[in-house]
Nanobody
């Protein structure tokens, strides 16, 4: 099992920045990819960004050029969010995927990000 704990959400004005962090514990050696998803009110959960163990990253089109994901070490992933927009308002969830076949997915409890206009 892998446990994930997020931190860094909050309230910010449009154009501002926030940094989210996620710390993994437990069977961290089994983690392949880590990433961030979000769920806005009335919408489905969507991928924001992820990073695999080799360093390759994927971003949603809506955040390219504004958000940067980084894996600080095997246990921690961060999301730097710049030029925030009201439409970025959502609960952000940390995700970890292991090397299993099929892979197991683990989720954090979520952290609220609110961007005011």
């Amino acid at each position: 099992q892998v446990q994930l704990v997020e931190s860094g959400g909050g309230l910010v004005q449009a154009g501002g920045s926030l940094r989210l962090s996620c710390a993994a514990s437990g069977r961290t050696f089994s983690i392949n990819a880590m990433g961030w998803y979000r769920r806005a009110p009335g919408k489905q959960r969507e991928l924001v960004a992820d990073i695999v163990s080799g360093g390759s990253t994927t971003y949603a089109d809506s955040v390219k050029g504004r958000f940067t994901i980084s894996r600080d070490n095997a246990h921690t992933v961060s999301l730097q969010m710049n030029s925030l927009k009201p439409e970025d308002t959502a609960v952000y969830y940390c995700n970890a995927e292991d090397h299993g076949y099929p892979p197991n997915n683990y989720w954090g409890q979520g952290t609220q990000v609110t961007v005011s206009s």
